[in-house]
T-cell receptor, first 108, second 115 residues
């Protein structure tokens, strides 16, 4: 079946860039999404990319999409303590396949 | 808009008891989703409604779980009888038709503990 995979943890120093990766199997998704879940809260849409784009930049966030390799990444520039959260990628078909989430840990 | 509203925020119950979780979607959203999140299994889609009709309930773990959506502004997820392995955070989410990116919104979740 369809699948979305992410590494479970990422640890970076405050001020460095964070790169969170996601691989997926479904090539028919119109959009691919990144969600952020802060402790004790629900998931919030962070950003998304249309499947015919390679890159999307939004302030400190850069989304890269490699459709050939079915690889999606989220880069957070100048990582801050407020970026500590779990980041989920997901596809857009109705089954709504979610990755397991990557916990971003910020070291001072 | 107040967003997707779930109640209660926390629920502690004894094994064997019935538990009812509630969700009020965003007005105008016609799709509603129930998810369960645990450390072991991550985020799991339990059931998905479109226009108040259950479309896909293949994620519902077993017959102890049931979900209803009697109208466009209210849904319930019931567990009867509850078991300790049901302990998790249960999220409700709603979306606009067609899954428009900005129209998919999660509630804050209900943390269920079954002792």
């Amino acid at each position: 079946g369809e699948d979305v995979e992410q590494s479970l943890f990422l640890s970076v120093r405050e001020g460095d860039s964070s790169v969170i990766n996601c691989t997926y199997t479904d090539s028919s998704s119109t959009y691919l999404y990144w969600y952020k879940q802060e402790p004790g809260a629900g998931l919030q849409l962070l950003t998304y990319i249309f499947s015919n784009m390679d890159m999307k930049q939004d302030q400190r966030l850069t989304v890269l999409l490699n459709k050939k390799d079915k690889h999606l990444s989220l880069r957070i520039a100048d990582t801050q303590t407020g970026d500590s959260a779990i980041y989920f990628c997901r596809n857009s078909n109705y089954q709504l396949i979610w990755g397991a989430g990557t916990k971003l840990i910020i070291k001072p | 808009d107040a967003g997707v509203i779930q109640s209660p925020r926390h629920e502690v119950t004894e094994m064997g008891q019935e538990v009812t979780l509630r969700c009020k979607p965003i007005s105008g959203h016609n799709s509603l989703f129930w998810y369960r999140q645990t450390m072991m299994r991550g985020l799991e889609l339990l059931i998905y409604f479109n226009n108040n009709v259950p479309i896909d309930d293949s994620g519902m773990p077993e017959d102890r779980f049931s979900a209803k959506m009697p109208n466009a502004s209210f849904s319930t997820l019931k567990i009867q009888p509850s078991e300790p392995r049901d302990s998790a955070v249960y999220f409700c989410a709603s979306s606009l038709p067609g899954g428009v990116p900005h129209g998919y919104t999660f509630g804050s979740g209900t943390r269920l503990t079954v002792v």
